[in-house]
T-cell receptor, first 114, second 113 residues
Framework: GEEVAQTPKHLVRGEGQKAKLYCAPI?????VFWYQQVLKNEFKFLIS????????ETGMPKERFSAKCLPNSPCSLEIQATKLEDSAVYFC????????????FGQGTRLTVV | GQQVMQIPQYQHVQEGEDFTTYCNSS?????IQWYKQRPGGHPVFLIQ?????EVKKQKRLTFQFGEAKKNSSLHITATQTTDVGTYFC?????????????FGKGTKLSVIP
């Protein structure tokens, strides 16, 4: 498809519960990026993939966050044992040839941890 | 690590006035990208600048890339209510195992009709 599809649009989890977010990149795009946007509008980089390989995971809080991009499946971002501070909008973006070209963003998933 | 700073954080203008947002990187960039995010929406790519001193125009929007490729600006002439949103600059960062697009904190533009 010609747009990045993120599901669900909204997700509410109790503190300590697991949250799983999905992203289907645009067909033919090799790179996928996950960003977390909190109330101040800042974009915090989490992780990037080149196809199914992790390219850069320097932004991931690894103790609770994990992500995958498997062939023929949507990419996923999973948060184990959510905390209140995980409440944010999570954006996935894809691009054809990496960060030196236009990134197409999905609509985002708004995660609310209560 | 690389930092991308953007000012101002907020700008309120009367419709018809001009608007400018500035972006500065702590390191030289191979390119700089600009995105617009409407309230409640997702970032949408506006433009990419690659060459030192490059200037590009899109109707009322003018984008500049500095000679040293460390700063950039976006200027909107005669703002309209449709220009409302947050404008982000972003620069690629690579090195020491990192490969990411680093965003500035954005400039939120409000246009008073």
């Amino acid at each position: 498809g010609e747009e990045v599809a993120q599901t669900p649009k909204h997700l509410v989890r109790g503190e300590g519960q697991k949250a799983k977010l999905y992203c289907a990149p645009i067909k033919g795009h090799s790179y996928v990026f996950w960003y977390q946007q909190v109330l101040k509008n800042e974009f915090k980089f989490l992780i990037s993939f080149q196809n199914e390989n992790v390219f850069d995971e320097t932004g991931m809080p690894k103790e609770r966050f994990s992500a995958k991009c498997l062939p023929n499946s949507p990419c996923s971002l999973e948060i184990q044992a959510t905390k209140l501070e995980d409440s944010a909008v999570y954006f996935c973006a894809s691009s054809q040839i990496g960060m030196n070209t236009e990134a197409f963003f999905g609509q985002g998933t708004r995660l609310t941890v209560v | 690590g690389q930092q991308v700073m953007q000012i101002p954080q907020y700008q309120h203008v009367q419709e018809g006035e001009d608007f400018t947002t500035y972006c500065n990187s702590s390191t030289t960039l191979s390119n700089i990208q600009w995105y617009k995010q409407r309230p409640g929406g997702h970032p949408v790519f506006l433009i990419q600048l690659v060459k030192s001193g490059e200037v590009k125009k899109q109707k009322r929007l003018t984008f500049q890339f500095g000679e040293a490729k460390k700063n950039s600006s976006l200027h909107i002439t005669a703002t309209q209510t449709t220009d409302v949103g947050t404008y982000f600059c972003a620069g690629p960062h690579s090195g020491a195992g990192s490969y990411q697009l680093t965003f500035g904190k954005g400039t939120k533009l409000s246009v008073i009709p």
